[in-house]
């Protein structure tokens, strides 16, 4: 049974990488139209476009809420660690599973409440610095996000389900994070095991 679904695996790798692209594409797209703002102000051959601010918080909020639905992936979220080392790992997988719920829960609000918000209130209106753009795209990220959190998440839950069913080594979202706190994390177990091996050859 999980031998036919990791095969999906690469699917969710493709969907992960294309996100990723784009909220780069989304931060360059900011910093660069935030310069031409910033110096179209101060030099006098340089226009200084009057949709600039609109359009980058915009952009940011795409970005904001997309880089959410990836951090969901890798189980990057802030979370707190400091009785980690301290529960089995049952434990842990037991109460990963049920922060996914209420994090799933949380990304089916954002679709729902989120479409309700985009297609009534924000279809009504446009853009101050461009009349002929609906506001529909500056509600629209919650609602993408939502869809996005929601894929990743189930992801990350069959992760942990096959984790606890398997008994396989502890995890924190779907994929391996790298990240500082991960490895401090992994450190510390492994000097606690370490620990735990030179008291048992004393005793």
Not at 31 to 55: K, N, Q
Not at 66 to 75: C, D, F, I, K, Q
Not at 97 to 107: E, K, R
Not at 154 to 171: G, P
Request: hydrophobic share 50%; glycine share 4%.
């Amino acid at each position: 049974m999980f031998e036919r679904l990791d095969k999906i695996k690469p699917a969710y790798d493709f969907v992960y990488n294309i996100l990723l692209i784009i909220c780069k594409v989304l931060l360059i797209a900011d910093i660069l139209i935030t310069t031409l703002a910033v110096m179209g102000r101060y030099i006098p051959f340089i226009p200084d476009p009057s949709w600039s601010e609109e359009v980058v918080l915009t952009l940011m909020s795409y970005m904001a809420v997309l880089s959410a639905a990836l951090a969901v992936r890798r189980g990057a979220h802030i979370r707190m660690t400091a009785f980690d080392r301290f529960l089995p790992d049952t434990m842990l997988k037991i109460l990963d599973l049920l922060s996914d719920i209420m994090v799933m829960a949380f990304a089916v609000i954002m679709l729902v409440v989120g479409s309700q918000y985009a297609f009534t209130i924000g279809a009504k209106g446009t853009y101050v610095s461009m009349p002929s753009v609906s506001r529909i795209w500056m509600y629209l990220p919650v609602p993408v996000a939502g869809i996005a959190m929601i894929v990743f998440e189930l992801e990350t839950m069959y992760a942990h389900i096959k984790s606890l069913v398997l008994k396989t080594d502890y995890m924190m979202g779907a994929v391996e994070d790298k990240d500082e706190v991960s490895e401090a994390l992994k450190k510390a177990a492994e000097e606690d095991a370490k620990e735990a091996g030179k008291e048992s050859e004393k005793e």
